[in-house]
């Protein structure tokens, strides 16, 4: 069985399986844990209205508040089918469905507490830093997730995207340069949809003094921001690639 004891002495694995450093998987621990004391205050697992005493009836696998927040990061994290996640932590299908169905909203609640979920709000994002004078730098960029062929053919055409050459889902996420933590998180698109189409319809508003880096896949996108920075196109291959010689990459600046 997959132990918090056991896990946390090695941090190598810890963020592997968990996305989170043990360091911060104890920020998340206790307001999680009061979030879920809230909850079994008033019902009981089954969702009825608790009652008897906290604590009474047999005892699951899932005793501590550690290893219920260990079982939900690894199901975010690795997303493994229910019955593999049943044999990980010893238990049946039903109770992983159960357990899943049960702290994925206390998981999202906890991150909105600490104020760490990205803003999906695109008119809010400049909110967020726009009390700071200082020139913020920020990473703008897409990511596909892979999905299910779809059945139509017309959905097929939509979502395959030739890059990568597989059916897929794609969000744009603006990440901050110094922090890696991600402010901004868009909507869904299908894969085929093209970065820059999503920043245009997403419609963006930025931090005044923003300094934003962009592949060429935004190239054309010039937000209302104080410097967008983009690496140079190779003559040569036609890319934005670096070389593998490791030579510093020339960037583009406008603004």
Not at 34 to 63: H, W
Not at 185 to 209: F, M, N, V
């Amino acid at each position: 069985m997959l132990e918090y004891q056991r896990l946390k002495k090695n941090r190598r694995k810890f963020l592997a399986l968990t996305g989170l450093t043990p360091k911060e998987f104890h920020m998340l621990l206790p307001v999680f844990y009061e979030l879920y004391e809230q909850v079994r205050a008033d019902t009981t697992q089954r969702g009825t209205a608790r009652q008897r005493a906290v604590g009474g009836g047999r005892k699951g696998q899932l005793q501590t508040a550690e290893q219920k927040l260990l079982f939900i990061l690894v199901y975010q994290k690795a997303y493994p089918l229910q019955t593999l996640l049943g044999e990980v932590f010893e238990l049946s299908q039903s109770r992983v469905n159960y357990w899943v169905h049960c702290l994925l909203p206390l998981l999202k609640h906890t991150l909105e507490a600490l104020e760490v979920m990205p803003e999906r709000r695109p008119s809010q994002f400049a909110l967020q830093e726009g009390g700071k004078s200082e020139a913020i730098e920020l990473i703008i960029d897409g990511t596909d997730r892979r999905r299910q062929r779809p059945q139509s053919p017309e959905k097929q055409a939509l979502h395959y995207n030739g890059k990568h050459k597989a059916h897929s889902d794609k969000n744009v996420v603006i990440v901050h340069a110094k922090t890696k933590r991600v402010g901004y998180l868009s909507q869904t698109y299908a894969g085929k949809t093209h970065d820059k189409k999503i920043a245009d319809q997403e419609a963006l508003c930025y931090p005044r003094h923003t300094i934003l880096y962009k592949d060429t896949g935004f190239q054309g996108y010039e937000p209302a921001v104080g410097q967008t920075r983009q690496p140079k196109k190779n003559p040569a291959k036609g890319n934005c690639r670096r070389a593998r010689s490791g030579t510093t990459a020339r960037w583009r600046v406008s603004g």
